[in-house]
């Protein structure tokens, strides 16, 4: 594999003061899609379907599926198409396919309510049960996981875990404040919006400064907020890169290319 470092963002551009920041994140990509970047030196892959790959650890970690989600909003009398935990449980299930995972993490927000599982046709919840079989599989807890004392974790098999950690990395559902070295989480559904002749495409993306990394929301119905939105100012010691999902392959922009909604 042929690494390449490319600069994270400008100075005009700062989330955060980079005094301390690394000036480039090592890239390199992959023939399946997937864009390597070490994190905190820790070789990871960046997958177009939204998870994250950590190859030492034989590890594939997904955040937010908010499965039931399309489910919840019918009781509130919002129809959308009841397809959405079918088709985030299809991703999930070729990335368990294409990658063998040893490990594989669910970084919290699984599920999109405290009683999503409840409502999930007992076909969905036997393929949650299979994703078990033959690894090891940890629930992170996330906010929509629980609430008011009531979880929808901890009945499908698996650990339910506050957070994981494997060797440099720290995995958990939401971004702690300030500077966290080797963070990998989620909650805040990053994406990332170029504007080109007058165009402008937004996508679910990655965000890292290559010491701390949030991932993409993985279900299908979970929302976007921008990554030049206030809520992540502060969380990265350097413009972050963002690695925007396409059709197939993550694409790498750096900060000062992005812009608000
Ligand atoms: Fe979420």
């Known amino acids: 594999m042929r690494w390449v470092r490319l600069r994270t963002g400008t100075a005009e551009t700062p989330i955060a003061p980079a005094a301390a920041a690394p000036a480039a994140i090592a890239l390199a990509r992959s023939d399946c899609g997937a864009l390597w ?8 892959a960046l997958r177009p379907s939204g998870g994250l790959w950590i190859e030492r650890a034989g590890a594939f970690v997904a955040g937010d599926l908010h499965l039931g989600k399309g489910s ?16 985030t449980l299809d991703r999930l299930e070729a990335e368990v396919r294409a990658l063998k995972p040893r490990l594989l993490i ?13 409502r999930l046709h007992p076909e969905d919840a036997n393929r949650l049960r299979g994703l078990a079989m033959g690894r090891r599989l940890v629930w992170a807890e996330g906010n929509h996981d629980t609430r008011r004392g009531v979880s929808a974790l901890g009945v499908l098999p698996g650990e339910v875990a506050d957070e994981v950690v494997l060797g440099p990395l720290t995995l958990r559902h939401e971004p702690g404040p300030g500077a966290q070295p080797g963070e990998v989480s989620g909650h805040l559904h990053p994406c990332a919006k170029l504007v080109a002749a007058g165009r402008g495409v937004r996508r679910r993306a990655f965000a890292t400064d290559g010491r701390r990394l949030i991932l993409p929301a993985f279900g ?4 976007g907020l921008n990554v030049c939105d206030p809520a ?4 990265f010691e350097a413009p972050p890169l963002a690695g925007a999902l396409g059709d197939g392959r993550v694409h790498p922009l750096p900060f000062s290319a992005l812009c608000g909604d």
């Open 232 to 235: 992540f100012k502060g969380l």
């Open 106 to 118: 669910l970084l919290g927000d699984s599920f999109h309510d405290p009683q999503a599982l409840d």
């Open 220 to 223: 299908a119905y979970a929302g």
């Open 37 to 44: 970047i070490e994190l905190m030196g820790e070789p990871v």
């Open 72 to 87: 919840s909003y019918a009781r509130g009398g919002q129809l959308l198409p009841p397809y959405d935990t079918i088709a």
